[in-house]
């Protein structure tokens, strides 16, 4: 153990001192803090254009309570609107060039033509016809004045038909075993960051595995090193250095970044009073076995590319099969939706009590209804063992391959040197 | 009880017989010298005994022990490979590889500092190894290999890449840890330093013991049958009947005699030339001429 622990002190204390570590660390909360101060800037310095618009009314009627709508609308992140001018039953060539060349002019940026016939479209006139922002809350003013003025030639109360108007809101609980509670997506949430943290960390460190475990072809540093060490307690070691590196990196990225999101809410309450951030309340236990399957993933697909490093003598050999290493994750990804379907079949479990699935799809089960403590329970269990079996297969491949300088192994090989001893 | 035994130890690759059934002791204490042609198997034998390679016949006994990750533990090994991790510092280096062998860090960093003081490197220790020259490097990964103080040190061409000074060092440093009760195994081509350093000698040519024991035995069954003569004037003398071959130099030449010819017989031939003796000795066979007479090629 003792070298094991000495191993793990030169990766890691090697690997934090080096100008990448540092940069790497402190690029992520520096851009955070600038998105933050750009986010920051362009709430404080909005344009406060405000969309001049022109309505040629034929069906008659409408123009008002569009105007109203408009003008008085509620959210104060879509653009004002005022309407200069509305023309009834008055859709002469004459209005429509007096208008296009006010718009051209810059004297009005839009005018709408709602023809007589309301079955056919209304027409929007502007230079600008890309911009989304002005779109959406005139289509939707457009909308409420529209049914407004239908439901009332149907003889309904003006002051009625927002009330009939109104659709439902759909409001999902989670049933469980500690109770109900309002389904707000967060755990589903938890269970697609957790892949995606996953398959991210591996991305940025498991090739820094693999390249660990080259070191010492590369450095020529194996003869000394495996005279001194076994290559169990060699793999071991590198894959826990690296880990704590990463977890390190990761760590000062949450802390930093989670100060940041809640200076950022903070900041976004000031402006908005209204907003407000969905409460999270997810139970520890969850939490824990979220945790168990994170670093389970995480170690035994570095136990992968450690392997990968141990099979090769060299970085260009062992770009070649680095695929090797991630397949199975890409793989477990692929099966999400079975497990999203019906998360308590027998396909789903099966699925989930594979090692190198389980760590994405466990969670996921987890998230939609927690599976019973022995599926949980066997699962971590299968998931250790594996990664211990694979960092044992990789040190038997590591110790027979040592000198073999400069030759990328054969399969059958690779096989030959799993059975010998 | 010896340190190392080799037994009818056999290795090959692809067919070909690296080690071919060699069988060696090395006694406790002495300073052996593994010579041999270029891919004459040292490497390989030193190898098997570091337990990097398993032999593929015969047996391997370091300390009584038949070779194991255990075994390994008492050896201080400099590989022919030579390599550090280029991005630690010197002394942190040493100090790992120390630790990696047991020995505690404080104790490690304080003998690091000696020794590398002594090697002249004690303005380096702080800096990162790739700023160091090769034979820089040679003298930290030296210092690795013996820091441990092991009772048995291999050293595969320990003096390759070293200027003449270090080279003295080296040396010194081994009669050292042969004073202290170590065993040395070296493997070197340069036979003047296994005539002054080593107590006994192994000499593998295409992978066979072809000759080893006590060296000074040895040279002494060749007999003297050397002559270092240097002289001014015709060589004709050198053509003489009791001589079996020649080296000549400018001022001079090595002549060997054929076997129980008498070296009284030739010194008079030559005095009676009109050639001017200004030198005339009788040697025992140097190493070299051993090791060419054996293997045939130098």
Redesign the interface.
């Known amino acids: 153990m003792r070298k094991v622990w000495l191993i793990i002190k030169r990766e890691y204390l090697t690997r934090v001192k080096t100008k990448a570590f540092v940069i790497s660390t402190l690029i992520v909360p520096l851009a955070g803090i600038m998105l933050v101060l750009l986010i920051a800037f362009l709430i404080s310095h909005r344009p406060q254009h405000t969309v001049r618009l022109a309505i040629v009314d034929d069906a008659g009627g409408l123009a008002p309570s569009v105007k109203h709508s408009l003008e008085h609308s509620p959210d104060s992140s879509t653009p004002q609107f005022i309407v200069t001018d509305t023309f009834d039953h008055s859709n002469t060539a004459e209005v429509e060039r007096d208008l296009r060349s006010h718009v051209n002019s810059g004297a009005l940026d839009a005018y709408l033509i709602v023809p007589a016939d309301l079955t056919q479209a209304i027409e929007l006139h502007t230079k600008n016809p890309g911009n989304f922002a002005v779109l959406a809350p005139l289509t939707a003013a457009l909308n409420q004045a529209l049914i407004g003025a239908r439901l009332s030639a149907r003889g309904i109360h003006v002051d009625d038909i927002d009330q009939i108007a109104r659709g439902v809101d759909l409001q999902v609980i989670k049933v469980s075993q500690s109770g109900e509670a309002v389904e707000k997506g967060q755990t589903m949430g938890i269970a697609i960051g957790l892949v995606i943290l996953l398959y991210s960390s591996l991305l940025a460190y498991g090739i820094i595995t693999m390249r660990s475990v080259l070191e010492e072809k590369t450095t020529r540093t194996m003869e000394v090193l495996i005279s001194s060490v076994r290559p169990f307690e060699l793999l071991t070691g590198k894959i826990l250095g690296v880990a704590g590196t990463a977890f390190t990196q990761f760590l000062i990225w949450i802390v930093s970044l989670g100060l940041l999101a809640s200076y950022g809410a903070a900041m976004a309450a000031m402006f908005n009073p209204s907003s407000s951030f969905p409460a999270m309340h997810v139970p520890l236990s969850l939490l824990i076995w979220v945790a168990c399957f994170f670093f389970g993933g995480y170690f035994l697909y570095s136990a992968m590319f450690a392997a990968v490093g141990a099979a090769c003598s060299n970085e260009q050999d062992a770009g070649q099969l680095q695929w090797l290493a991630m397949g199975p994750l890409v793989f477990a990804i692929s099966f999400y939706w079975l497990v999203m379907i019906d998360s308590t079949s027998t396909l789903s479990l099966v699925l989930s009590e594979i090692p190198f699935l389980a760590p994405v799809l466990m969670p996921l089960r987890l998230s939609i209804q927690a599976p019973p403590a022995w599926q949980l329970a066997l699962s971590v269990v299968l998931l250790f063992g594996t990664i211990v079996g694979v960092i044992w297969a990789s040190a038997k491949v590591y110790r027979v391959g040592v000198l073999m300088y400069g030759k990328r192994p054969t399969l059958p090989e690779l096989l030959r040197w799993l059975r010998y001893s | 009880m010896e340190a190392i035994s080799l037994e009818n130890v056999t290795k090959s690759y692809d067919g070909v017989h690296a080690v071919n059934d060699v069988t060696l002791r090395v006694r406790r204490g002495a300073i052996l010298g593994l010579l041999g042609p270029n891919g004459a198997g040292k490497t390989s034998t030193i190898?098997m005994i570091?337990?990097?390679?398993v032999p593929d016949a015969g047996s391997i006994r370091v300390f009584d022990q038949p070779v194991s990750?255990e075994t390994?533990?008492s050896?201080g090994?400099l590989?022919e490979?030579?390599?550090?991790?280029?991005?630690?510092q010197v002394r942190a280096v040493i100090v790992?590889?120390a630790?990696?062998?047991g020995m505690p860090e404080p104790e490690a960093n304080r003998l690091a500092r000696e020794w590398l003081d002594r090697f002249e490197l004690g303005d380096w220790s702080e800096k990162q190894v790739h700023d160091l020259s090769k034979g820089m490097q040679q003298k930290v990964?030296f210092i690795?290999?013996i820091l441990h103080k092991p009772p048995l040190i291999i050293l595969d061409e320990p003096f390759s890449g070293l200027d003449p000074v270090n080279v003295a060092t080296v040396k010194d440093v081994m009669l050292e840890m042969r004073g202290q009760g170590s065993t040395v195994v070296l493997s070197t081509h340069r036979m003047e330093q296994v005539e002054r350093l080593c107590d006994s000698i192994c000499l593998i040519d295409k992978g066979r013991n072809i000759l080893d024991g006590d060296l000074r035995a040895i040279k002494q069954s060749y007999g003297k049958n050397t002559i270092q003569i240097e002289f001014n004037g015709p060589d004709g003398f050198l053509s003489h009947p009791a001589v079996s071959s020649v080296n000549r130099f400018a001022n001079g030449a090595e002549a060997k005699l054929k076997p129980g010819a008498a070296a009284q017989e030739f010194l008079k031939a030559a005095v009676q030339s009109s050639a001017q003796i200004t030198r005339f000795d009788v040697l025992e066979p140097s190493l070299n001429d051993i090791f060419i007479e054996k293997t045939g090629h130098a």
């Open positions: 190898r570091m337990n990097i390679l990750d390994r533990q050896i090994y590989p490979e030579r390599g550090l991790y280029p991005r630690m790992f590889l630790a990696l062998r990964q690795s290999a």
